[in-house]
């Protein structure tokens, strides 16, 4: 059973840097899919960014290109969001999900394992 664990959300003022962790546990992760989502109260779950583990290319949503990094700890099975320069439209509860495809995927239907979610706020 593939479990899912986001941490590191908090209450943080525009220009505040934030890092979340997804932990994953129960399979070995390679040729899974990862990616970050984020839901903002009122709007549909959005694509952040995503990647697969073993391969080197990591892509981003154009709203947080430049800005937001993933960083990846594969003996821990664990991905790092690392966000920079946020802002208040970052403001969102922002998910890890997990898919055994070697393809990165950007639609949250897509996705079959998914963690609860940490709340990320952005004052300004």
């Known amino acids: 059973q593939v479990q899912l664990v986001e941490s590191g959300g908090g209450l943080v003022q525009a220009g505040d840097s934030l890092t979340l962790s997804c932990a994953a546990s129960g399979r070995t992760f390679t040729s899974y899919t990862m990616g970050w989502f984020r839901q903002a109260p009122g709007k549909e779950r959005e694509f952040v960014a995503g990647f697969v583990w073993g391969q080197p290319n990591i892509y981003y949503a154009d709203s947080v290109k430049g800005r937001f990094t993933i960083s990846r700890d594969t003996a821990k099975n664990t991905a790092y969001l690392e966000m920079s320069s946020l802002k208040p439209e970052d403001t969102a509860v922002y998910y890890c999900?997990?898919?055994?495809?070697?393809?990165?995927?950007?639609?949250?239907?897509?996705?079959?394992?998914w963690g609860q979610g940490t709340q990320v706020t952005v004052s300004s």
């Open positions: 999900a997990a898919k055994y495809t070697p393809v990165v995927l950007t639609t949250p239907r897509d996705y079959d394992y």
